[in-house]
């Protein structure tokens, strides 16, 4: 029996590394197998997570909750609170008014939060509770003061990704709780948006950026203590994050900068459009160019030269990058993530000289294609490039096994592919429960790049040292 | 004490988590209330039904695609969280380590997902032939929209020609991931079992039942079976097949590890085919000595004897392994708050390596698991049953225990409020923990947990000296 079925399992695995098997793969239609993206009410979350004193909540079935608490916390290593108002068959049926007005008045009374976020689950969805008249309802019903502070937002999870989630939850934030503009006076604060971006060290370094060139910010949201707070034998519940005070002043800000484009389309029309606030949005500064264009879009913002640190620390980039160019030009990268993280990653491989072969986006859309393809078209690096939306680790399965790269770069559910294809891996992005501290560690700002510089080639190098031949074995690389 | 803790709820909530909590008395039976709805708003670390069946039961099922019916998030959060190991080419052999879903979009909400559903069965058996059946689980949305996966799976099985498997697991069914257990057993007895007949049964043919190889532990459990002369014929469902599945109804006696997820099927077993179920604990050197002898009880003088033979052979291994350890745990005190079984089953383990447990609960137990844990307790231990992560906090604070054993949600909030803790669902990514293979381990891990010198570095010296003067 083993014999036969070892036969049988190697003529199955070399059919699934052929142009064949890679043409029925893209064939399919319906089937998502190791999907890279997750539901909206996670990166609702997260945005939550970033406003102080705020209390996460969850209107729906309380698996969820603990679904995205488990995910969040194996990624930062962090706690993370959010309670859910626990809907079961009686809310299927008479809808979730009661579990809701209940949820709010325990929540309010054992956690003290300055501030509660209520978000949807899929089911509260189906069957189409009214989350903004419950809330009104807990208010007569006295569960919560007259005047305690709720944003809410719909999260479906059978529409966008979380990447929608966190874009819905923050301009949810702004509706229900910022002052509507007076005027065209401002309180000359630059707004910061991070957009989904799990790295708290990214956040940090954002803030040292704008604050080194002198220039008076907010981050909104702030979720940088919530996703890395220091031990000091004391656990507290709610971290430091946006105060109420900066979120509620948000729409006088003098302007709002988007560190990411696609996770806060729908906040950032809201800003333009309705509220008349100057607004930028950058490509997320990974790499030294991108890092370039986000100094110099604040300079045009605020008039605020870049100081000669930032120039110093942009020099020690630029020549990390000439130092380790050897390890990155003319490699092959196929990756995968959200639409922000690809357009960054892609314009610092191209500063280095790498190629990126497959881009897999599961949840990029046409104007995310098009971006793309026009950076890609920007440099003879990018020749090569193809960009596939909507597709799954699965798919770029057969990418790896039909047309071959050197390095795959993703978060931690793109291991096993990697492995199938034998290639190593960079883990970038979210979800990293398989490595520590990765989280810690910029991707963004001249910093960022030297770090992204340094994990890539070091892991080419590794790879290299473990692999060759005997007589190729040196101390020099 | 307890009163004071649930002080901070207003009075209904208070009313109710007054039920879930108790201490053990001399000679008191066990008056906890469990299996009931947790209170909205209060912090538990709960799940659904879907994850007590796609996640836990079906999931570890290796051979077979586990479909997450529905949007695409259940799915992506139940993939690769519960450490079920498994043999085998992975997308051949295996499908435990990925993730297959109908990734719902607002059209299917609307115009409901059965064609949706076909399709991707079609596509599924397409790209992966050497797949040996699929089981549906439904989220939320499903059972709200009022879908037929029934009857999807009597058409697309017989289009197929493998098992097709709906389980009716909607998160928002039931209180907790109890339910979904249950329904999976509904599932596997309906649709898998008895359904093949083997033809090399034997005398000493047993199932492994409720053990879902974390981290290992089902190897490591199968070894001490194997060695004793047993022949395991299936593991339900730590690196399991279907083909085991289908002809448990063959073996001798079913071993039955984690009782509360997998009761029903043993019940089941015991009414429709005469076999008997016996519980049993790995965990540590005094309990896997007890159970030993407890299986081969069931069986003839030759099992007996080997069993006695395995004692004999690890009874110095283990002894090595307390003499090492145990002069750095003794006396220290844990504190358990986990799902299933290790409430109760762990604490032997501790005791060999003279710790004691004074409070432990459990996430979704029923009132039979209580019966079960009671006798297990010393006096005075403290019986939380659902704890929400307030309550929790406030008993550890007031108990200051040595050691805090539960889950990932709960590990950092308990770190950083200083006290060791080890991940006692996913064993911290170690393991195994069970049988003998796991016991060094496990003493290893709470000795790390307890002693690491990292422990001592949360004050910075300058708070140190201020403190002093």
């Given amino acids: ?412 559910h793109g291991k096993q592919i990697a492995k199938d294809a034998d290639i190593p891996m960079a883990r970038i992005g979210y979800y990293l429960p398989d490595r520590v501290h990765l989280h810690r560690q910029p991707i963004v700002g001249y910093q960022g790049a030297i770090n992204l510089i340094t994990m890539i080639a070091n892991i080419f190098i590794d790879e290299y040292d473990r692999n060759c031949p005997e007589e190729r074995f040196e101390i020099l690389r | 004490m307890v009163e004071e803790v649930l002080s901070v709820y207003p009075e209904k909530a208070r009313k109710l988590r007054a039920k879930h909590i108790v201490v053990k008395e001399e000679g008191s039976t066990c008056a906890i209330k469990a299996n009931i709805k947790c209170v909205p708003g209060l912090m538990t670390a709960r799940g659904c039904a879907y994850a007590g069946a796609k996640g836990v039961v079906w999931g570890p099922l290796k051979d077979m695609i586990h479909l997450s019916h529905g949007p695409v998030g259940c799915g992506y959060y139940s993939w690769g969280g519960r450490r079920n190991l498994t043999k085998g080419v992975v997308g051949v052999e295996s499908f435990t380590p990925m993730q297959f879903t109908s990734d719902f979009s607002e059209s299917d909400i609307v115009y409901g997902g059965d064609k949706k559903l076909e399709k991707v069965l079609r596509e599924a058996r397409e790209l992966f032939p050497s797949v040996q059946g699929f089981s549906i689980c439904s989220e939320c949305p499903v059972g709200l929209i009022g879908d037929d996966i029934e009857s999807v799976a009597k058409k697309m099985m017989k289009e197929l020609d493998v098992p097709i498997v709906p389980v009716r697991c909607e998160g928002f069914r039931g209180i907790s991931q109890s339910l979904g257990h249950h329904i999976a057993n509904d599932a596997v007895r309906d649709h898998l079992l008895g359904k093949r007949e083997r033809d090399d049964a034997g005398p000493y043919d047993i199932s492994l039942i409720g053990d879902y190889n974390i981290g290992g532990d089902a190897w490591a459990s199968k070894k001490i079976l194997e060695e004793m002369g047993l022949r395991v014929r299936n593991v339900w469902t730590g690196d399991g097949t279907v083909e085991g599945m289908m002809a448990a109804h063959q073996v001798k006696l079913n071993l039955i590890h ?141 108990m200051r225990p040595d050691l805090v054993g539960s889950g990932i949600k709960e590990k950092y909030v308990f770190e950083k409020a200083g006290f060791p803790f080890r991940q006692m669902h996913s064993w911290d990514y170690s393991g195994p923990y069970h049988g003998y293979d796991g016991f060094p381990i496990f003493a290893r891990d709470m000795d790390m947990a307890i002693n690491s010198p990292t422990r001592t570095l949360a004050k910075a010296p300058w708070k140190k000296e201020k403190e002093v003067r």
């Fill in chain 1, 1 to 412: 029996m083993g014999e036969a079925t070892s036969n049988c399992t190697q003529s199955v695995l070399e059919w699934m590394a052929t142009e064949e098997y890679k043409e029925k793969n893209f064939a399919r239609q319906a089937l998502v197998v190791n999907p890279a993206r997750t539901c909206q009410p996670f990166g609702a979350m997260l945005c939550a997570l970033g406003i102080d004193g705020c209390l996460p909540f969850v209107h729906g079935s309380q698996g969820c909750a603990a679904y995205f608490r488990s995910c969040l916390t194996r990624h930062v290593r962090e706690p993370v609170p959010l309670v859910s108002d626990s809907m079961t068959e009686d809310a299927a049926v008479f809808g979730g008014q009661a579990n809701l007005i209940e949820g709010l008045k325990n929540a309010y009374a054992t956690y003290k939060p300055a501030i509660m976020a209520i978000f949807s689950s899929c089911m509260a969805e189906v069957i189409g509770d009214d989350m903004k008249s419950f809330i009104g309802n807990a208010r007569n019903q006295e569960a919560i003061p007259a005047d305690f502070p709720i944003a809410f937002a719909n999260t479906p999870s059978f529409t966008g990704s979380h990447i929608t989630g966190f874009d819905n939850m923050l301009k949810g934030f702004l509706q229900s709780l910022a002052d509507p503009r007076q005027g065209k006076w401002t309180n000359g604060r630059l707004y910061v948006v991070p957009g989904f971006d799990l790295y708290p060290a990214n956040l940090r370094e954002y803030r040292r950026l704008v604050t080194s060139m002198g220039i008076y910010m907010t981050m909104l949201p702030d979720p940088t203590e919530a996703l890395d707070s220091p031990h000091t034998g004391e656990y507290k519940m709610y971290q430091p994050g946006t105060p109420m005070g900066e979120l509620a002043d948000a729409l006088n800000a003098s302007g709002f900068i988007f560190m990411q484009k696609y996770s806060t389309v729908g906040t950032r029309k809201f800003v333009e459009n309705v509220q008349k606030i100057t607004s930028e949005a950058v490509t997320m500064p990974i790499g030294i160019r991108n890092t370039d264009a986000f100094l110099m879009t604040l300079h045009e913002m605020t008039g605020k030269s870049i100081p000669a640190e930032l120039e110093a620390e942009r020099g020690r980039a630029v020549d990390a990058a000439i130092d380790a160019h050897q390890y990155i030009h003319g490699k092959r990268f196929a990756m995968y993530g959200d639409p922000d993280l690809l357009l960054g990653l892609v314009g610092f491989l191209l500063d280095m000289g790498g190629v990126p072969a497959h881009i897999v986006c599961s949840n990029g859309n046409e104007p995310f294609r098009k971006e793309m393809e026009a950076l890609l078209a920007s440099s003879p690096f990018g020749a090569h490039g193809k960009v596939y939306n909507g597709k799954d680790l699965w798919h770029l399965r057969s990418l790896l096994l039909t047309d071959p790269v050197d390095m795959l770069i993703g978060d931690s």
């Fill in chain 2, 258 to 398: 984690c009782y509360r997820s997998m009761n029903y099927i043993c019940r089941h077993m015991e009414e429709t085919y005469g076999i008997p179920w016996l519980e049993f604990n790995f965990f540590g050197p005094t309990k896997i000595k007890e159970s030993i002898r407890k299986i081969a009880a069931q069986f003839d003088e030759t099992i007996q004897r080997k069993g006695e033979e395995v004692i004999a052979k690890y009874e110095p291994l283990m002894r090595k392994v307390i003499d090492e350890y145990r002069p750095r745990l003794e006396g220290k005190r844990v504190m358990l708050y986990v799902g299933g079984l290790r409430p109760r089953h762990t604490i032997g383990a501790y005791e060999d390596l003279g710790m004691e447990v004074i409070g432990t609960g459990y996430e979704f137990a029923h009132k039979d698991d209580y019966d079960r844990t009671f006798p297990q307790m010393n006096n005075e231990t403290i019986i939380y049953d659902d704890a929400t992560e307030h309550e929790l906090g406030e008993f550890i604070h007031r």
